[in-house]
């Protein structure tokens, strides 16, 4: 027998090995009820293993960001005087545009500070969903549950009625 009738009978053998299997597990998925169990059951074993995984991962990003973003405030604080709060916000503005390309961390924290020197929060989160990257943004809206800023805890924590717009809202 020459080399390639060799190869040819292995190749044979294989493909009728194979087929073989895969009639059998077909039948056996048909027609057998503690075979479809048991398909069934890891099944569900394996849907639960991906819930606790993305779960686990989902966990680990959240801390990650807080402990980041503690990091950074510590390091680098939001100033409460009003006159640098401006060029602060224009500056942590640009940085974050700068670092939106490479480090969706960083550039999350700087929009962050932008947004707690910001007088009106609502419209800058606004401002973001339309022009930040997606990936940016929604770590920043993790951080704003995170770590609400002042100007932001103030909006969440007002009663319904203290939320109606006075006249000098509405000028």
Known sequence: MSTMNKVLA???????AITGYAIYFDYQRRNSVNFR????????KQN???EKELKESKQSKLDSVKKALIEDLKSNPIPTDLNER???????VATGEQKAKDNHLDAAICFYKALAVYPN??????????????????LVVMM???APTQNIS????KNPAEMKPTEEDLD
């Open 121 to 138: 929060p609502t419209d800058i989160l606004g401002v973001y969903q339309k022009t930040v990257p997606e990936e940016v943004y929604e």
């Open 37 to 44: 169990k048991s398909l069934k059951k890891k099944q569900i």
């Open 10 to 16: 292995i190749t044979a053998v294989a493909a009728t």
């Open 144 to 146: 704003v549950a995170i």
């Open 86 to 92: 401006e060029a602060f916000f224009m500056e942590q």
């Open 154 to 157: 103030s909006i969440l924590n």
């Open 48 to 50: 639960k293993q991906k």
